[in-house]
């Protein structure tokens, strides 16, 4: 089974700091592999044991991304492809753009999975928009997937149902993080991941853009957290009354 | 400029906030505005010109199905701005529609304009900790954050009926269940209890649900709970990947409050929270907090409620 993985490489929110004025401080920001990326990639990882065959991590991404690649392929991916682009300076469509033109050169693949959206953005545009852009089966916020020859029987988590769709291959899936427990690369694994292949393309030259880049964001701002902050310290019975007292000034508690 | 605007959501609930949108869009920008509807949902939604896209059973609830009806009747229409009610399913149509129509599209979007030709709102990013400001050129197809916008009552103008004709279909549903929803469903509670990693067991537990009990709360969870340890079912899961409520009263009870968590709680108005460890991060969302061992401070408000009611 050919098993291809998009992930992206995203400013690590916990460690994104701001500046008095609220100004988020990107440049040199921490990153990572976007959370719920690993689900995809533990996923692509569990269909290769279970059916043989091999995973292609691909991502849109400037250099900082190669560390995310090594990662998946530290993993277990078996070769990455990078296409050299800030995401942040392109909008999602020419994303999805850029990630489908990849699966399509690097393919022919049976499955390729996605996260339901990153952590950073978290849009959740991308993956439907890649199955689209491929012409593809589509199959979103997979909780469970089972290939049985041609078909895969996927389980969809939904805000109040569970849907179970079935497709035949190839088709594009999406994965929320309760599908796995992602699994961590040993010592050796990630010795050996900078030895695994690892293509870099050119944007223009995978698929050219017509239209100036249009960037989504034209600008971003620390969220006012405006909480009291009231903290109470003491024994429990003093500290669970002011609470009490507290929200029972503020009008919240039952009466 | 005149604008048309179109508003759908496959839930007519969520469809009569993007319709809510959609007139406080077109009213401001100059325009007019379409609820568009699937089937039979023609009576539950609102505003005064209604569409309504006549298939077969399975177009209502595919949202593969969906995209490609909405896509042939905007394609007729040619409206300016597609506005989308951004549920799971919403994002999926939402993103198939503008790739087919080869527009842009954005999502999970509130506090909406219009202005030099472009579509401009905000939305939250990394977890809640910035916001966003979002320009995106018209056309366009957006996505509107679910309980961004007040629900308009359904009217009774009567549907323009639209027979889409056959849709190709790429995958087909087997079978379809309803989650359950627990003793309360905890998008629309007032008064939420959640546990987090703190409840050392879950036999536990029982202390956050008997407190929710007594103040007529429902029982959430941080996600540890519901996906790793699996002590509560995945429904009660708060946060950017789960649930997002907003009650009046949000009490987090061992829960330390990472940004996942807290994106899922922002609008509630009152938040309390219980943890032991004074620099969580909780204690920074949080507008009253006890330091405290939640085994010995919630017996104690337990108490400290019960005397209050007698």
């Known amino acids: 089974m050919k098993i291809a993985v998009c992930v992206k490489h995203a400013v690590d929110e916990n460690e994104l700091k701001v500046d008095p004025a609220g100004n988020p401080q990107f440049a040199g920001a921490a990153s990572k592999m976007s959370t719920f990326d690993k689900n995809a990639v533990e996923e692509a990882l569990r269909l290769k044991s279970a059916h043989s065959g091999d995973v292609t991590v691909l991502t849109v991404g400037t250099a900082d991304a190669k560390k995310t690649m090594k990662e998946a392929l530290a993993m277990g991916a078996d070769k990455g492809v990078l296409v050299t682009a800030d995401p942040m300076s392109i909008n999602t469509g020419r994303t999805a753009e850029l990630l489908a033109a990849a699966v399509r050169k690097a393919g022919p693949f049976d499955v390729v999975l996605c996260s339901e959206g990153s952590s ?136 | 400029m005149s604008i048309k605007v179109w508003a759908f959501s496959e839930v007519p609930e969520v469809a009569n906030e993007v319709a809510s949108a959609a007139d406080a869009l077109s009213k401001a920008a100059g325009g007019t505005y379409t609820v568009i509807g699937v089937n039979g949902s023609g009576p539950r939604l609102a505003g005064e010109a209604k569409l309504v896209l006549k298939g077969s059973d399975a177009l209502s609830g595919s949202p593969e199905l969906t995209a490609e009806a909405l896509s042939r009747a905007a394609k007729e229409a040619n409206p300016d701005l597609i506005l989308v009610g951004s549920t799971r399913n919403g994002k999926e149509i939402a993103a198939r529609l503008a790739v087919k129509l080869g527009r842009s599209c954005a999502s999970d979007l509130f506090g909406l304009a219009v202005s030099d030709g472009a579509l401009r709102g905000k939305r939250n990013a990394f977890a809640g900790k910035l916001i966003g400001e979002v320009s ?133 108005k009152i938040i309390a929270a219980v943890n032991n460890d004074k620099s969580a991060p909780i204690f920074e969302a949080s507008d009253y907090g006890v330091v405290g061992d939640l085994y010995a401070v919630l017996p104690a408000m337990m108490k400290e409620v019960r005397s209050r009611r007698h």
């Open chain 2, 136 to 268: 995106t050129p018209l056309p366009c197809v957006a996505t509107v954050k679910v309980g961004a916008y007040p629900t308009l009552a359904p009217s009774a103008a009567a549907a323009t009926m639209k027979e889409v004709g056959d849709l190709p279909s790429k995958s087909h549903l087997v079978e379809r269940r309803e989650k359950p929803r627990g003793t309360v469903d905890l998008k629309g509670a007032k008064l939420i209890v959640s546990a987090g990693r703190g409840v050392k067991k879950k036999e536990d537990l029982a202390l956050v649900s008997e407190l929710a009990a007594e103040l007529g709360g429902a029982v959430g969870c941080s996600r540890p709970l519901s996906s790793d340890m699996g002590w509560l079912p995945e429904e009660h899961h708060i946060g950017l990947t789960g649930v997002s409520v907003h009650p009046d009263l949000y009490l987090a009870v061992g829960i330390s409050g990472q940004l996942q968590h807290v994106a899922g709680i922002k609008d509630s």
């Open chain 1, 120 to 255: 950073d953005i978290y849009s959740g545009l991308v993956p439907p928009m890649v199955g689209e852009m491929l012409g593809l089966p589509y199959v979103g916020y997979a909780k469970k997937i089972e290939v049985a020859g041609q078909s895969a029987k996927v389980e969809r988590s939904l805000e109040d149902s569970v849907e179970v769709v079935e497709a035949p291959l190839p088709l594009v899936v999406s994965v929320v993080s309760e599908i796995n427990e992602p699994r961590y690369p040993t010592l050796i694994q990630i010795m050996q991941a900078g030895k695994k292949p690892m293509e870099e393309i050119a944007p223009d030259a995978l698929l050219p853009e017509s239209k100036p880049p249009s960037p989504l964001f034209v600008g971003m701002k620390a969220q006012a957290m405006a909480r009291k902050k009231v903290v109470f310290e003491g024994p429990p019975e003093e500290t669970a009354k002011k609470l009490v007292d507290a929200l029972g000034s503020e009008g919240v508690l039952p009466r």
